[in-house]
């Protein structure tokens, strides 16, 4: 995925510029990235703020974690807590 779409997908999501250069994710949202590179998937939830650099895109999550990966790689990208209320799956 070119970094223009990477950009577009971030942008759809809600993402808020901060004064250090990374976009954060407006509370109570997160993202989570999809990836794959040679056949392998990867996903990475829970993620709070992102940077873009180059070819590259950096993102922090909740609990801490630093994932550096490969724009292209991204294929897609799920707001979470995007919608507020509502009855959640399962039991209560």
Same mark, same amino acid.
């Given at each position: 995925? #070119?970094? *223009?779409?990477?950009?577009?997908l971030?942008? @759809?999501? /809600? =993402? =808020?510029?901060?004064?250090?250069?990374?976009? @954060?994710?407006? !509370?109570?949202?997160?993202l989570?990235?999809?990836?794959a590179? #040679?056949?392998?998937?990867?996903?990475?939830?829970?993620?709070?703020?992102v940077? $873009?650099?180059? $070819?590259?895109? !950096?993102?922090? *999550? *909740?609990? &801490? !974690?630093?994932?550096?990966?490969?724009?292209?790689? =991204?294929?897609?990208?799920?707001? !979470? /807590? #995007?919608? $507020? /209320? &509502?009855?959640?799956?399962?039991?209560?």
């Amino acid at each position: 995925m #070119a970094d *223009s779409r990477v950009r577009a997908l971030l942008d @759809n999501a /809600g =993402v =808020v510029p901060g004064d250090d250069g990374w976009l @954060n994710i407006p !509370e109570p949202r997160t993202l989570t990235l999809h990836l794959a590179h #040679a056949g392998v998937p990867l996903t990475i939830s829970k993620i709070r703020t992102v940077h $873009e650099r180059d $070819e590259m895109v !950096e993102a922090r *999550s *909740s609990q &801490g !974690e630093v994932y550096i990966l490969f724009a292209a790689d =991204v294929f897609a990208i799920v707001v !979470e /807590g #995007a919608k $507020e /209320g &509502g009855r959640r799956a399962g039991f209560v």
